[in-house]
């Protein structure tokens, strides 16, 4: 603390406050010398001009020459004549810039208004739409590309990473897709029992948990889960893949990224997904006809008979006509978002979250036209 207390000394000769500076001003001693600076002019000084004495500095860099300049402004701030005296003739070039340097109140910026904020943040959000919409695309061109390439050379196909991935994207998500489609069916019929109820018609809780499951809520819940669980598996691992230029070695050595990484992924969700969707109606039906029964005093064989009267096989196909096209959006969303990582753990965890986000948006966006389009035609 003495060496640091020499750095810079106070006294004040009559009316004047005489600032004396010396020994090393440069970057080494800077947190030093700034806390001097700081506490400098909040003595009680009975001065009426500064003189900051410099004779005795024996080394200077543009931070020490920051803060003499830093003394005599504060002084000048405070009404109060400030002049340095004793520079060494070398340092009175730094000196100079650094007294002209930043003088200037900075710009405030513009205010905007609510208007114009809305309107541009509704163009950048069309903006980045529109460049998603064509990286899918071009995603999906190029799968198509690869698709038929590897149609007439069936050989090349990597069929064991499909199996791999199949078992990841399918076997494993069983359990879970039976756990959450089966209280689903369950929350579905107790609701539709309780309510139902007021009115006498308790038997069409049958009607709306087999119409209701089959055509919407079971490839609806199954794609957010895929979405959720493989979707953002995906992104993180081709993103990780980027990170660590394994798609470059790859290309390095003759191969195509979307052949041996994208297309064994795209395969594998395009099948499992019909197949979940279908384990996941079935686990809604039990489900509801299991509260049907305990809850709702309906036995089970009439609710399989009342179930049969309600429930055509373009019910049953509705749904699962959908899956696939889920499947590849979701593919190729999180395809997307993979590729699109850059060199660092923080784009990996936004580009995985965006991926989840928008796959399970375009999902219901999918099957509300989906609902739309058999509505037009009398399915």
């Not at 004495?53 to 830093?70: F, K, P, Y």
């Not at 007294?99 to 905007?112: D, T």
């Not at 904020?117 to 590309?145: K, R």
């Not at 919407?216 to 953002?232: N, P, W, Y």
Request: charge should be negative.
């Amino acid at each position: 603390m003495a060496a640091a207390a020499a750095l810079l000394d106070a006294r004040v000769v009559g009316r004047t406050l005489v600032l004396d500076a010396g020994g090393p001003w440069v970057a080494a001693e800077a947190s030093h010398i700034e806390a001097l600076v700081e506490n400098i002019y909040k003595r009680a000084y009975t001065a009426e001009e500064v003189n900051i004495n410099v004779s005795q500095v024996e080394r200077l860099d543009s931070v020490g020459a920051w803060l003499i300049e830093r003394l005599r402004r504060t002084a000048a701030e405070a009404n109060l004549k400030a002049e340095i005296k004793g520079l060494n003739p070398r340092y009175k070039i730094l000196l100079d810039e650094v007294a002209i340097s930043n003088k200037e109140p900075p710009h405030p910026h513009p205010k905007k208004k609510a208007l114009h904020d809305a309107i541009e943040h509704f163009g950048e959000t069309v903006a980045v739409a529109g460049q998603d919409f064509y990286a899918i695309m071009q995603m999906l061109g190029s799968i198509v590309v690869v698709a038929g390439r590897v149609a007439f050379t069936p050989l090349t196909l990597r069929f064991t990473s499909v199996v791999h991935h199949l078992d990841r994207v399918c076997y494993r998500a069983v359990p879970i897709i039976l756990l959450i489609n089966f209280l689903i069916g369950c929350i579905l019929a107790q609701q539709g029992i309780f309510h139902f109820r007021r009115f006498g018609a308790e038997t069409f809780v049958v009607d709306m948990v087999g119409i209701l499951v089959l055509r919407e809520v079971g490839v609806l819940i199954v794609s957010i889960m895929v979405a959720g669980r493989s979707g953002s598996a995906y992104t993180a691992e081709l993103g990780s893949m980027k990170m660590r230029e394994e798609m470059d070695a790859l290309r390095v050595m003759g191969f195509d990224p979307v052949e041996v990484l994208i297309l064994p992924r795209m395969i594998a969700l395009i099948i499992a997904l019909p197949l979940l969707t279908f384990i996941g109606s079935m686990a809604a039906l039990f489900g509801g006809g299991l509260v049907s029964w305990l809850y709702g005093g309906f036995p089970p064989e009439v609710f399989i008979e009342r179930l049969r009267e309600a429930i055509t096989m373009d019910t049953f196909r509705v749904g699962l006509i959908k899956a696939p096209f889920m499947a590849l959006i979701i593919g190729l969303v999180a395809c997307v978002e993979g590729l699109r990582v850059e060199g660092s753990a923080e784009s990996l965890g936004e580009h995985t979250t965006s991926s989840v986000v928008k796959a399970i948006f375009l999902v219901i966006v999918i099957d509300g036209f989906f609902a739309v389009f058999f509505a037009a035609i009398g399915v």
